[in-house]
């Protein structure tokens, strides 16, 4: 048995559904599908699920919905339309968007949620009515009844173990299980979206459930890619991944996995293969436990952008004991989590996601250091990038780490922070936001250029 997730670019229009059934139908197999929200049919449209927080934004505001409302069904009206599809399937869709404007707007998050998590729920629906249509025996299962089970507020959304008893019972499923992503529910029935990427988590955690033999992610690219195309011209593809290396380079910016997508399939041994809705015959990247890696030591490169750093400084610092855990305790009291910790015996970075950070915050943060450490200095720097080499061979290979860090200085930028786990998977450099670009570039050439590779 597989699982397929298809994206939003996969179900965004008649054509691509289409699309998606004729993959569906080439293989007996693919039994469980799970199906993102609407995305944009081409530059400059909207995805189905903005136009869902355009929605649940004027309810919150107390606006007149109904001209939002209208958007939202029309564009699963024009898809059931051009699929042949009756009024009845826009009906059920209009009566559950209406059905859903109607819950309590007491917790803003839950309602948003609620809201958002139409937009998979309702393609769905629609899928499985079409593939039906078609004479491809299809049914839409709800999330809560079959059992779904997701942690309750304030905790991160994450499925609970009792999630993957339940959704064995999937494998039994006869006809096709057309499947939402995106969300589940608590155990009092309160509904919870997980974080970007929750198709790919969703389709991850069923793929874990049935113990399926292949979790196919279906995107708009052909592979996984060694770098940024965008910034890159024309990157080497990659054909053989482990799962540590793709949990890496979703970290550090790969959009094409979100990171936490992994640990479900991961956990139960289940190899994922990328694969492009556009092209289902490429061979796409398999994602697996182990590889063979002595071709190339690097397997991709990857940069994020949005990194703060606290910098703080304490003489005789590494002579006090539960000094780190003082200041971790400071973050936490802050709901502030951290990337990285690199020191020194007097000083230490703490790395942070700056989109948890307020002006207001780090004014706590700091005063609290300052107040409750007696630190020499402490002082937040924002406008940071993560650029990270990842690749299981890289332990094996002597002058890695040297090559790197000539490749950056050729480009004439700074190496703000180098870490390494004990893992020995990735390699990462923090630099300026403005010098990202040019590293990426650089380090491509020297790991992945014939000409230039040793």
């Known amino acids: 048995m597989k699982v397929c997730k298809f994206g939003g670019t996969s179900v965004a229009s008649a054509e691509q559904i289409q699309k998606v059934a004729n993959i569906v139908k080439a293989d007996p197999a693919r039994k469980i599908i799970v199906v993102s ?32 409302l209208s958007h939202v069904v029309g564009r699963y009206a024009s898809i059931a339309e051009e699929l042949g599809l009756d009024s009845e399937i826009v009906s059920i869709i209009a009566a559950d968007l209406s059905y859903r404007l109607a819950f309590s707007k007491d917790d803003p998050s839950l309602f948003f949620d609620q809201i958002k998590a139409s937009g998979e729920d309702n393609s769905a629906k629609l899928i499985a009515a079409y593939f039906s249509s ?21 905790k991160r959304v994450q499925a609970l173990p009792e999630s993957y008893n339940n959704l064995s019972n999937l ?63 024309n990157p080497v593809e990659i054909e053989k991944m482990t799962y540590r290396e793709m949990r890496e380079l979703s970290y550090a910016g790969f959009a094409v996995l979100h990171d936490e997508a992994l640990m479900p399939a991961f956990k139960e ?6 694969k492009n809705t556009n092209n289902p015959q490429s061979t796409g990247t398999m994602i697996v436990a182990e590889r063979d890696y002595s071709r190339l030591p690097v397997t991709g490169i990857s940069a994020d952008s949005g990194f703060s750093t606290l910098y703080v400084s304490k003489y005789l610092m ?36 700056s989109h948890q950070l307020t002006p207001e915050k780090e004014s706590r943060i700091v005063d609290r ?35 790197a860090t000539d ?17 020995e998977v990735s390699l990462v450099f923090g ?24």
């Open 37 to 68: 929200a609407p995305g944009k049919r081409f530059d400059g449209d909207v995805k189905v699920t903005d136009l869902l927080i355009r929605l649940a934004t004027s309810a919150l505001s107390g606006e007149d919905t109904t001209g939002a």
């Open 134 to 154: 078609i004479g491809m025996p299809a049914e839409y299962i709800n999330p809560k009844q079959a059992g779904l089970v997701v942690t309750d507020p304030p």
């Open 171 to 233: 494998a039994n499923q006869q006809s096709i299980s057309i499947f939402p992503g995106f969300f589940g529910y608590t155990n009092d029935g309160t509904l919870r979206t997980f974080d970007r990427g929750g198709s790919d988590i969703t389709g991850s955690i069923l793929s874990a459930a049935v113990k399926a033999e292949l979790y196919e992610n279906f995107t708009d690219v052909d592979c996984v890619f060694a770098a940024n195309p965008r910034v890159v011209e």
């Open 269 to 274: 041994s289940v190899p994922v293969c990328i």
């Open 318 to 353: 590494n002579r006090e004991i539960g000094f780190g855990r003082k200041l971790l305790q400071i973050l936490e009291d802050e709901h502030v989590s951290y990337e990285h910790i690199p020191s020194g015996i007097d000083n230490l970075s703490v790395i942070i996601r």
């Open 369 to 403: 250091v300052q107040t409750e450490l007696e630190v020499d200095d402490v002082h937040f720097i924002s406008n940071f990038s993560m650029v990270v080499l990842v690749g299981e061979g890289m332990k094996y290979t002597t002058g890695l780490a040297a090559r």
């Open 407 to 423: 490749a950056i200085a050729r480009t004439g930028a700074n190496i703000e922070m180098i870490n390494q786990g004990s893992s």
């Open 431 to 454: 630099v300026l936001k403005e010098d990202e670009t040019k590293i990426l570039k650089e380090l491509y050439n020297e790991f992945f250029v014939p000409s230039l590779v040793v």
